[in-house]
Structures are given as C-alpha cells and as structure tokens.
C-alpha cells in the first residue's frame, strides 16, 4: 500500500456571489395563469342511498319506473350505492322515501325466512336421479360399486367416498335427506347463491367419509347423502354466527346459530342406522366451509353472476368424476 502525502488546499480567487435571476419561460399571460390556483371542478352527481343488494336493486327499479337516470357503484366497503344528477336528487329522494314507506327495509340480518326455493332442486337432483336408477335396477351392481367401504377406500379406492353420496337404503333414507336437504339449503340460498357454496360442501362431505374410512379400518359400509346434509348445516350456521352483531346481541348471543345447529345435528343425526361418525366429520367439515363464503358478500348479498355456471358444473363434475372411476 502507499500512503499518499497531503496536499495543502491550494488558495483560490475570490469569486463575485452569483445570484440566481429568475427566468422567463412563456409569456406574461401564461404567467398569470399558472400564478392562479386551479378551480375545483364542482361534482355533477351525488350519492342518494347505499344498502345491500337487493335494496339497491328495488330502490333502482323504483327510479327506472320514473324515468330517473343515475349510477349504480358498489363500495369497497361492501354496500351498494346509488348516485344521480344534482339536478334529480330532490325527486329521486322522494320516490325512495315513498317506495320504503310503502315497504319498510328489513333488518341487516333478518332471519332467514322459510319460503320455497327452487336453488336446492339442481342440487338435489344428483341424489335423486342416481338412487332412482339404484332402485330401478337399470344397473346391476351399482350399489356394491358406489358404496363407501372403509377396506376397499383405504386400499386406494377414494372415489367411493364421493358415490356414496348418491346412494340409499331405501326410500324413506331417501326422503328424509332430500326433505332436510331442501330445507337447510333453501335457508342457505337467502344468504348466498347455492353455486359459490355447494361444490365445497360436496367435497367436504367425501373427506368426511374418507376420515370415517380412515378412523374405523374395519369391514364397515356406509352410503347417503347425509354426510352432505349435516355439511351444510355446519355450513348455515357458521355464516349466521360471522352475521351475528356484537354490537347489539353481546358475544354469547354470538353463538346461538352454532349452539342451535350443533342441537339439531344431534337430535337427526342419532338413529338406530344413522351413520354417527359420517355425521359428525360432515358438520365439522361444514363448519369450516361456513367460512368460504366473504363476510361482505353474506351481509350485503351479491348478484347471480356469469362465472356461477362455473361452480355448478363443478359440483356436477366431482360425481360424474366419482362414478367414472367406479366403472
């Protein structure tokens, strides 16, 4: 290494202090101008009201009916909002006031109301259709190929787990998970549309019978489209609890769904021929799914969307995948 020595700083001439001289780039008007704070450009539209789905969708159906033009938006929030001219805010007010006078807004989180629904029939159809041609003897075999069987499931055989679903004892087992069926997901439907909900409750339920499978190793066979059905009551209630406000029920109140869907699971779930532990694994599976759904979509609802025929063709895909290993 070598060392440099230090020079002495060398003295410099005293230089004359520059002073910065403003420049002129345009022209005296351009000047002015950019001197001059922008305006603030006035807002043309206004925010009327904001709500759930299906609020926004009748309040903007009142205003269509009166030939009142304005703009639908959905906040990152989660509600949806409806804008309109300054010039139609005062009249379009009025038609909403008088609509909801008429018809009073329910609450945030009604309770779910016990009406016929048609969304659980496609769902409902897979069981149906395919324990008729099990009793129809159209093809023989069909029950001893579908059926979960703990020995040949755990020797590779996993897609017993999903046909199993489809099949039945008899016509009372039969009847008896299409009418629960209906009921639990006629709820559900009230809440969210069945398509973003039941093709994980389908495969819920088969892991469900893949951990009875798996829990009992034994010479043990099981078949129904309850392991489904207790599913999505695990389901149902997770979604009322995540629902539930604090605010005004307090945190025990909270639990309520939970506890009253734990009650029901045991009181239909225990049978002379139930199926207990298919049961159990397919609520607990279902309490996990509860959660699948966003809370903003729960609470404020969401429109049937194009992309919902993606999910109900995978809800059909996962059994025609099933019985197509079976043969």
Same mark, same amino acid.
């Given at each position: 290494?070598?060392?440099?020595?230090?020079?002495?700083?060398?003295?410099?001439?005293?230089?004359?202090?520059?002073t910065?001289?403003?420049?002129?780039?345009?022209?005296?008007a351009?000047q002015?101008?950019?001197?001059?704070?922008e305006e603030?450009?006035?807002?043309?539209?206004?925010?009327?009201?904001?709500?759930?789905y299906?609020q926004?969708? &009748?309040e903007s159906?009142?205003l269509?009916?009166?030939?009142?033009?304005h703009?639908l938006?959905?906040?990152? &929030?989660?509600p949806?909002?409806?804008f309109v001219e300054?010039? &139609?805010?005062?009249?379009?007010?009025?038609?909403?006031?008088l609509?909801?006078?008429?018809?009073?807004?329910?609450?945030?989180?009604?309770?779910?109301?016990l009406?016929a629904s048609?969304?659980?029939i496609w769902v409902?159809?897979v069981?149906?259709?395919?324990t008729l041609?099990?009793?129809?003897?159209?093809?023989?075999g069909i029950e001893?190929?579908?059926?979960s069987?703990?020995d040949? +499931?755990?020797?590779?055989?996993?897609?017993r787990?999903?046909?199993a679903?489809?099949l039945?004892?008899?016509?009372r087992h039969?009847?008896?998970?299409?009418?629960?069926?209906?009921?639990?997901?006629?709820m559900m439907?009230?809440?969210?549309?069945l398509?973003?909900?039941?093709?994980?409750?389908?495969?819920?339920s088969?892991l469900?019978?893949?951990?009875?499978?798996?829990t009992?190793h034994t010479d043990?066979?099981?078949?129904g489209?309850?392991?489904?059905v207790?599913?999505a009551?695990?389901?149902l209630? +997770?979604?009322?609890f995540r629902?539930?406000?604090k605010?005004?029920h307090?945190?025990?109140?909270r639990?309520?769904p939970?506890c009253?869907?734990?009650?029901?699971?045991?009181? +239909?779930?225990?049978?002379?021929?139930?199926?207990?532990?298919?049961?159990?694994?397919?609520?607990?599976a279902g309490?996990l799914?509860?959660?699948?759904?966003?809370k903003?979509?729960?609470?404020?609802?969401?429109?049937?969307?194009?992309?919902?025929i993606?999910? +109900?063709?995978?809800y059909?895909a996962?059994?025609i995948?099933g019985?197509?290993?079976?043969h």
């Amino acid at each position: 290494m070598v060392k440099r020595r230090p020079t002495e700083p060398q003295p410099t001439p005293e230089a004359e202090p520059i002073t910065a001289q403003p420049t002129s780039t345009g022209t005296a008007a351009e000047q002015t101008t950019a001197a001059q704070p922008e305006e603030e450009v006035e807002p043309t539209e206004i925010r009327i009201s904001e709500g759930g789905y299906k609020q926004i969708r &009748d309040e903007s159906l009142v205003l269509l009916s009166q030939g009142i033009s304005h703009r639908l938006e959905h906040s990152p &929030d989660g509600p949806f909002q409806i804008f309109v001219e300054l010039d &139609d805010q005062k009249r379009a007010r009025f038609q909403i006031r008088l609509y909801h006078r008429e018809n009073p807004p329910r609450e945030v989180n009604a309770p779910l109301p016990l009406k016929a629904s048609f969304q659980p029939i496609w769902v409902l159809l897979v069981p149906a259709a395919v324990t008729l041609v099990q009793f129809s003897g159209i093809i023989p075999g069909i029950e001893s190929e579908g059926l979960s069987d703990a020995d040949k +499931v755990m020797n590779g055989q996993w897609w017993r787990c999903i046909t199993a679903l489809t099949l039945h004892g008899d016509s009372r087992h039969l009847g008896g998970n299409l009418l629960t069926g209906y009921l639990v997901l006629s709820m559900m439907s009230y809440r969210i549309s069945l398509a973003k909900v039941v093709p994980f409750l389908a495969v819920s339920s088969a892991l469900a019978n893949f951990c009875v499978a798996a829990t009992v190793h034994t010479d043990f066979r099981s078949l129904g489209f309850s392991t489904f059905v207790f599913a999505a009551i695990g389901a149902l209630s +997770v979604m009322e609890f995540r629902l539930m406000p604090k605010e005004s029920h307090g945190l025990l109140r909270r639990f309520a769904p939970l506890c009253g869907a734990a009650s029901l699971a045991t009181f +239909v779930g225990i049978g002379e021929h139930a199926d207990i532990l298919a049961h159990l694994y397919g609520f607990i599976a279902g309490l996990l799914c509860g959660f699948i759904p966003s809370k903003k979509s729960l609470r404020w609802g969401a429109p049937v969307a194009a992309s919902d025929i993606f999910w +109900v063709i995978a809800y059909y895909a996962i059994f025609i995948i099933g019985w197509a290993f079976a043969h």
